[in-house]
């Protein structure tokens, strides 16, 4: 599994770092960025910015984008 956010619909209400920490993070401009072995990957973002998700974090994924309220966190399988 794959994730990617698309910035420009995030809200920055953080739900998806709450909900997957090891795969989300939240930046200094109030938006989400994914993680893929630690480091985020914020340059530049959006779906040029996708970062592969280990199992043991895919049910937290699959939630966070289940109740993004932006709706814009993408999975690709
Ligand atoms: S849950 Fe969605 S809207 Fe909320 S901070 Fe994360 S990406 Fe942004």
């Given at each position: ?43 530049p973002g959006g779906k ?30």
């Open positions: 599994m794959k994730v990617w956010i698309d910035q420009k619909y995030c809200t920055g209400d953080n739900l998806c770092e709450e909900l997957c920490p090891a795969i989300f993070t939240q930046l200094d401009d109030g938006l989400s960025y994914v993680k893929q072995d630690g480091a985020v990957l914020d340059k040029l910015s996708m970062a592969a998700v280990g199992a043991e974090h895919e049910d937290g994924v699959r939630e966070a984008a289940d109740q993004c309220a932006g709706e814009c966190i993408f999975i690709e399988e």
